[in-house]
């Protein structure tokens, strides 16, 4: 019998682990798309945004490899629409962002991709998934979380259309470092993320892992902070990954010796990844067998 009760509850009971779940970006484009999103807020939200013209924007970002989400500001919306976009390059140590803003959704197919037609934006910027439409657990637990951190940062704020990860609700993802977080409406203090995430730092405990790594250093970075206690969002870059069957074995630059951190991927009993999932699915998780 197919368990009918929300995904991200679902998750939660079998204690889901979040680290290794990012989902991968080392470029992307946030375009405002205001109002009421369909499954897909590009595809199907005939209201705001011409579906031929949605697509078109989309295959483009896509053939840039670029990872495409449509944003919103938290709360009411302005009878007048906007149209502000943002570029993030999540590359580690070349993290970039910049931002401006068209007149028309049709000029975002006049987007120069690599950033060059926009301003430098100071950051951070905040996105938390709400795509109700697309899931109902985003919706539920996100609008929530987004609010509560836009009370403190009511610029870097935004709501998100699907990035991946529903079972997580509520999601976030801090660019431009594309730091990816889950379960966030845990926080007792949502906002305080964005906060250490200014100051350099991280909160591992939600971390579902940082876009630009696989999701194996995801996992490795992940036990190196539970065993030294340490925040740096730069800590720990990888050195090198090699595999061999089921055991990965990560190298993380780290003082005085580097830090190898050896995993075993297995797979996860069947669940369901999302609320409008039928059939469940194995999943790739990992699980440590040493540091050294």
Do not use: N
């Not at 995993?263 to 369901?272: G, H, Q, V």
Request: aromatic share 6%; hydrophobic share 40%.
């Amino acid at each position: 019998m197919i368990d009918q009760r929300p995904c991200s509850v679902q998750s939660r009971d079998r204690h889901d682990p979040l680290y290794g779940t990012a989902s991968a970006g080392l470029a992307w484009l946030l375009l405002e798309v205001s109002g009421g999103w369909g499954a897909s807020a590009f595809r199907e939200s005939p209201s705001i945004l011409d579906p031929a013209l949605g697509l078109a924007i989309v295959r483009r970002a896509e053939a840039a490899g670029m990872r495409i989400a449509a944003i919103r500001r938290p709360g009411r919306r302005t009878p007048t629409p906007r149209w502000r976009w943002f570029i993030a390059g999540s590359t580690p140590g070349q993290e970039s962002l910049v931002g401006g803003e068209v007149t028309s959704p049709s000029e975002y197919l006049d987007l120069p991709l690599d950033g060059s037609g926009g301003h430098p934006v100071d950051g951070p910027l905040v996105i938390v998934c709400a795509h109700g439409r697309h899931d109902q657990c985003c919706a539920v637990r996100g609008r929530g979380v987004a609010a509560a951190i836009a009370a403190r940062y009511p610029e870097e704020t935004w709501e998100c259309s699907h990035v991946g990860g529903d079972r997580f609700a509520a999601t976030m993802i801090l660019l431009p470092h594309g730091l990816s977080y889950g379960r966030v409406d845990e926080a007792a203090d949502p906002a305080g993320i964005v906060t250490l995430y200014t100051q350099g730092r991280l909160d591992d405990r939600l971390l579902r892992g940082r876009s630009a790594y696989p999701h194996a250093v995801q996992t490795a970075q992940h036990f190196a902070r539970l065993a030294r206690a340490d925040d740096r969002i730069d800590a720990y870059a990888p050195l090198a990954v090699t595999e061999d069957g089921q055991i990965t074995i990560v190298v993380l630059a780290a003082e005085p010796v580097p830090l190898t951190v050896t995993l075993r991927t297995r797979l996860s009993e069947p669940l369901l990844s999302t609320c409008h999932a039928r059939i469940p699915g194995r999943v790739k998780q990992f699980e440590l067998i040493a540091i050294d």
